[in-house]
């Protein structure tokens, strides 16, 4: 088990402390929520200060317990009915062109909140007809009629987030499963072809260089799209505790051997988030002229697995 940081997890910035205090009154102002400030994100201040941020639908409790998560694990409250045109108008203040949605698991809910994220994404639209939109969005326990109301909709990226290697989910994702998270990729894009698909991952829980590639052919055979990397960073020392502190180089290799196993857009480094820099993720997505997704498969050269172990 890792005790101390090391040097490289400081990050130093230029803020822009106006915006910071802008986009915090527009949140609170509107009773809204944001994965920012729920779950603790290293990047919190540097995405206020750009007047972005990932907006947290149905509330800041979650019915999920997994040990990883900064989100209170409480009984949900009922759903504002509101929240859906209040993003929207929060949005079109903070100027964004390109809006990321997630939201707490909210397995309490017929639809597991799925015509909540339909709602929010319709009025959106409706406000900001050129913005671009993706769904960071729960398992939905597994059901494709839930996933197909949201995926039908006009969003840019469907994001589920398989956060962990298999062996893990026992203990840090108890009340998770591992095929479903990638059965949600899967079917995403059989209902609808075209739609660009993302998943993410945290290392420093306990995992394997060998372990690590498994996960990444997983989402690959997935049909997985874009993949963001990043470094767990315990939220309190109630929750599990970081077992290896990655360094860049080894950050850099996992993104090459995502590329090299197909991963079409991969972003890789000790802050990185799912939902962080997204608009400039997306761009990195190469499409062929019918509008699928164009990847380009390479063999890994198996003498690399296990070189930072």
Not at 8 to 17: A, D, F, M, P, Q
Request: hydrophobic share 35%; net charge positive.
């Amino acid at each position: 088990m890792s005790n101390s940081k090391p040097d490289w997890l400081k990050k130093r910035l230029s803020l822009n402390y106006n915006n910071i205090k802008e986009v915090k009154k527009l949140v609170d102002a509107s009773n809204l929520h944001t994965v920012c400030q729920s779950a603790k994100c290293p990047n919190i201040f540097e995405c206020f200060s750009k007047k972005c941020a990932t907006f947290m639908l149905m509330g800041n409790r979650c019915l999920r317990n997994c040990a990883f998560c900064g989100i209170s694990h409480k009984h949900p409250l009922p759903l504002d009915e509101n929240e859906p045109r209040n993003v929207a108008i929060a949005a079109s203040k903070m100027g964004l062109r390109y809006v990321v949605l997630t939201s707490v698991t909210r397995d309490d809910l017929t639809d597991c909140g799925a015509e909540h994220f339909v709602k929010t994404i319709r009025e959106i639209k409706k406000m900001i007809p050129s913005c671009q939109i993706e769904c960071l969005i729960p398992d939905l326990k597994g059901n494709k009629n839930h996933l197909r109301k949201i995926v039908s909709q006009p969003i840019n990226v469907l994001n589920h987030n398989i956060e962990t290697i298999k062996k893990n989910y026992p203990q840090i994702r108890p009340t998770a499963n591992y095929h479903t998270s990638l059965n949600i990729l899967k079917e995403a894009k059989k209902i609808k072809k075209d739609i660009t698909t993302k998943s993410g991952f945290m290392v420093g829980l306990g995992e394997t260089m060998e372990e690590l590639k498994v996960l990444l052919e997983d989402l690959n055979k997935a049909d997985c799209d874009m993949v963001t990397i990043g470094q767990y960073l315990s939220p309190s020392l109630e929750h599990i505790a970081v077992k290896k502190y990655y360094s860049s180089k080894e950050f850099e290799y996992l993104e090459k051997l995502a590329k090299e196993i197909g991963i079409q857009s991969v972003t890789s480094g000790i802050f990185v988030r799912s939902s962080f820099n997204a608009a400039l993720m997306l761009k990195g997505i190469g499409k062929t002229t019918n509008g699928n997704i164009k990847k380009v498969y390479k063999p890994v050269q198996e003498q690399r697995d296990t070189r930072f172990v």
